[in-house]
């Protein structure tokens, strides 16, 4: 709808998905509108994609955008979906410093979509997902345990505790990552729902050569799906 990610608007686009609702209506079926899942107009991603701050406004725009031109048929709204994943796929598992910028802009885009999509009703019930999986130690050592914590605060509470507590978790510290208060206040919108996705769990070892965690993941001896294998391949190397 938004080619460039702003600006213009594809009327055909949006002409479709008008029509892709009206269809699920009158079929019985609740529409369902998740803003993001991966899909950044290339335009965007030129400027620098979720590493540019600019995007949060863009991103801002875009919710108000869908919330008046749906809104009138659409009640339930998804902000993003596993804002994990963006993170690592957007700027890559290499580099540290780039995730945690990208990771913190989807949180104040995030934000400030809900913000708007206020302001265009109070109706709507909004919320977002995040995948949270389960983070156990490979043995009952005290060393294992911290770095099972530790995987579970960069993983998961990365994302919930800013949104629910208005802080980031204790290993924010360590990084040595001291955002505006503004910025968590911002993060931290009431919502209606948290969706929750859960694939698999990890097995973690403390490894004191991670910088972040002092932890790793551990592949499992036993038969795994697809999709668990990828996963231990595409965790970020640097945490």
């Known amino acids: 709808m938004l080619p460039k990610g702003k600006g213009v608007v594809n009327k055909t686009g949006l002409n479709f ?8 209506l009158r079929s019985g079926i609740d529409p ?8 950044l107009p290339q335009a965007l991603q030129d400027e620098g994609g979720w590493a540019n701050q600019n995007i949060i406004q863009y991103f801002a725009d875009y919710a ?17 979906n596993e804002p994990r994943f963006c993170a690592l796929t957007a700027p890559g598992a290499e580099n540290l410093e780039l995730y945690l910028k990208v990771s913190h802009n989807l949180q104040l885009a995030q934000g400030k979509a809900v913000q708007v999509l206020r302001d265009v009703s109070q109706n709507f019930q909004i ?9 156990h130690p490979i043995s009952d050592a005290e060393k294992d345990r911290k770095a099972a914590d530790n995987l579970d605060e960069f993983y998961h509470r990365w994302y919930i505790d800013p949104l629910f507590k208005g802080a980031y ?6 990084i040595g990552l001291k955002p505006d208060q503004q910025d968590l206040d911002l993060i931290k919108q009431p ?4 969706g929750v996705n859960c694939y ?7 490894d004191p050569s991670n910088p972040v ?9 036993t038969p795994t799906t697809e999709m668990a294998g990828k996963s231990i391949r595409t965790g970020c190397t640097k945490c």
């Open 64 to 80: 108000e955008l869908m919330g008046r031109e749906l809104g009138d048929k659409v009640r339930r709204w998804v902000i993003l």
């Open 200 to 206: 698999m769990r990890f097995l973690a070892t403390h």
């Open 169 to 174: 978790p204790p290993l924010a510290r360590k």
């Open 32 to 39: 369902w509108v998740c803003l993001y899942h991966y899909d």
């Open 127 to 135: 919320g977002t997902i995040v995948d949270l999986d389960a983070v």
């Open 213 to 221: 965690t002092e932890a790793r993941r551990v592949k499992k001896r």
């Open 191 to 194: 919502l209606d729902f948290l």
């Open 17 to 24: 998905y008008k029509s892709l609702i009206d269809e699920l």
